[in-house]
């Protein structure tokens, strides 16, 4: 009697131990296959994915390590359901907005602070006849980024002969603030049939932000520089013409003087009223010179000294007219002397130095 009721005692752990494995079984046959009607909303995870290295066996479960309070078994992990997910674009630097670069490879994205760009969050899986439903759980949002919105696109191809699907969330984000700033990693979920939900996580992404190019230190400098250029030539142009009009007044200046110290020369020999008209002549030149283009004269010959010397013009000219009146009017012959004194003040009135 005694040694009955010791075998029944060892029996009943055992009895509980099968009985809970049964049940455990049961619950992972409800959620290997999902019904037509849940295969759009839910995940269907093949047997093989349960009995995988690693994860939980329905044999191997006791009292003390069950999946959980109701009884589930663990739920597989999403690379051995053979779904990805992705983070950014691969391979194609400038489909994310205005950021370049890659999400996915050596070179971080880069954008400018105020620019508004798509982040795309790629989640693949092999179809194997059903859907599945991708919740997103998470936002964007983040120190200097801000999420304006996100939409969702689907797609299906075929890949080494399997038919693969896979949903795109485009989240719309902002750049707020400048430096090396961190997308953060987005979370989604999926529903299974029995009510449980497979978590899925993407990498946070950095991106590079910068500050807008100012292109008005440029401008300003490029004005003040051309400005500069500007008045250097300005400067340049007048030193020149100034240096031109210096040499034309050089030029004339000795021709003059060449035609007086002829005229010198000659004063002892030549008639009286011929050298002084020809005096006159030479004044003239100097007047035509002098204020010709003011007063619209284009010949020496039609210079009127008296008008010049009425309106101020030629001031201490008077006594030298007079004798240039003497000589056209038939005044009397003159001495040298006389004429010499008459052509030294024709060279001071003219401003001529005779040379040494």
Known sequence: MKEKNVNSKTAKPVKAKKAKAETQEKNADSLLVATKKDSTNVLAIEPDCLNAPGNLDAGAVDGDSAGNDAGMPALPTAEQL???????N?????DAGNATGSATGNVPLSATVGDTIIFPVTVSWSVNGSAILVVPTSSANAKGILQLGVSQESSRSVKDGKEMAQITFNYKLVMQDTGNLN?????????????????????????????????????AGGAVGVCVLLAALWRMRKRAHLRAATAAKNAFENALREKMVVLKQRVMVADSREWLLELEGICKEYALHQFGAAEGTAAA?????????????????KPL????????????????????????????LMGIKEED
């Open 82 to 88: 053979g779904i990805t997910i992705t983070a950014g």
């Open 90 to 94: 691969v391979g194609n630097a400038g």
């Open 301 to 317: 010959s039609a210079v009127n000294l008296d008008a010049l010397v009425a309106d101020g013009k030629l001031d201490g000219w």
């Open 183 to 219: 997308i953060p990693a987005m979370r989604f979920e999926i529903p299974t049939p029995m009510g449980q939900s497979l978590d899925l996580r993407s990498d946070s992404v950095p991106i590079r932000v910068d500050a807008p190019f100012n292109a008005m230190p440029f401008i």
């Open 321 to 348: 007219l007079e004798e240039f009146a003497h000589a056209r009017y038939g005044g009397g012959k003159r001495d040298s002397f006389e004429n010499k004194e008459t052509w030294k003040l024709a060279m001071t």
